[in-house]
């Protein structure tokens, strides 16, 4: 839904015969992440060691130069601590948007769905509302790595013709009996050669997909 205005708006109203309804209107800030290569990041209470990790592999193999991280009400830190501690890798920009709401509404058997309300919203401002500048922008979870070449993720999406590319991959699974914790660079198992998890992408905001 699009509404025209006369100028610069502070404020949206929503009126029935029933309620109202008020809500601010952020200003834009595309000037964040412009020119540079972003992560578009979901996180909730993942260790920071994780998130650290995620981005320098993907800083050293793909020339990630931003991070947009999404937060969805972690409690086990505060929030705001992620910007200087993910700093501390050299990146160029982090930019953090909190999400104090539910992922999304569940259905119990037989009629099982989840809808990703909370992801879908939080993609569209994160699109219209930092990322319209951003040169290209990776969305890839916290436990996944981006294989190195050849040439980086955010080089193909720019290259290609529509702007936009789609990666597959393969699950992996953690060596319990001989890495006890945790890490991306503990001892993993891969289930054959298939090709199963879920695709990742990166696309390029100016390019034929912008909007």
């Given at each position: 839904?699009?509404?025209?205005?006369?100028?610069?708006?502070?404020q949206?109203?929503?009126?029935?015969?029933?309620?109202t309804?008020?809500?601010k209107?952020s200003k834009?800030?595309?000037?964040?992440?412009?020119g540079?290569?972003?992560?578009?990041?979901?996180?909730?209470?993942?260790?920071?060691?994780?998130?650290r990790?995620?981005?320098?592999?993907?800083?050293?193999h793909?020339?990630?130069?931003a991070?947009?991280?999404?937060?969805?009400?972690?409690?086990?830190?505060?929030?705001?601590?992620?910007?200087?501690?993910?700093?501390?890798?050299?990146?160029?920009q982090?930019a953090?948007?909190?999400?104090?709401?539910?992922y999304?509404?569940?259905?119990?058997?037989?009629?099982?769905?989840?809808?990703?309300?909370?992801?879908t919203?939080?993609?569209?401002?994160?699109?219209?509302?930092?990322?319209?500048?951003?040169?290209?922008?990776?969305s890839?979870?916290?436990?996944e790595?981006?294989?190195?070449?050849?040439g980086?993720?955010?080089?193909r999406?720019?290259?290609?013709?529509?702007?936009?590319?789609?990666?597959?991959?393969s699950?992996?699974?953690?060596?319990?009996?001989?890495?006890s914790?945790?890490t991306?660079?503990?001892?993993?198992?891969?289930?054959?050669?298939?090709?199963?998890?879920?695709p990742?992408?990166?696309?390029v905001?100016?390019?034929?997909?912008?909007?």
């Amino acid at each position: 839904m699009e509404l025209p205005v006369s100028g610069p708006a502070t404020q949206i109203e929503f009126e029935t015969t029933d309620f109202t309804l008020n809500s601010k209107i952020s200003k834009t800030e595309h000037d964040l992440f412009s020119g540079l290569n972003t992560l578009l990041l979901m996180n909730k209470n993942n260790d920071l060691e994780w998130i650290r990790d995620h981005i320098k592999w993907h800083m050293a193999h793909h020339g990630l130069e931003a991070v947009m991280i999404m937060d969805n009400n972690s409690d086990r830190y505060d929030p705001d601590s992620l910007i200087p501690y993910l700093k501390e890798t050299g990146i160029k920009q982090v930019a953090l948007l909190k999400l104090p709401f539910t992922y999304g509404a569940f259905g119990i058997t037989p009629f099982r769905y989840r809808e990703l309300y909370l992801q879908t919203s939080a993609y569209n401002i994160s699109r219209l509302r930092f990322l319209q500048q951003a040169r290209a922008v990776l969305s890839c979870d916290v436990d996944e790595l981006l294989s190195p070449g050849p040439g980086s993720i955010f080089e193909r999406a720019l290259a290609s013709r529509s702007g936009f590319v789609r990666v597959k991959g393969s699950m992996r699974y953690h060596d319990l009996e001989n890495t006890s914790q945790m890490t991306h660079v503990g001892g993993y198992f891969r289930i054959g050669t298939k090709l199963d998890s879920a695709p990742k992408w990166c696309i390029v905001p100016s390019g034929r997909f912008k909007g």
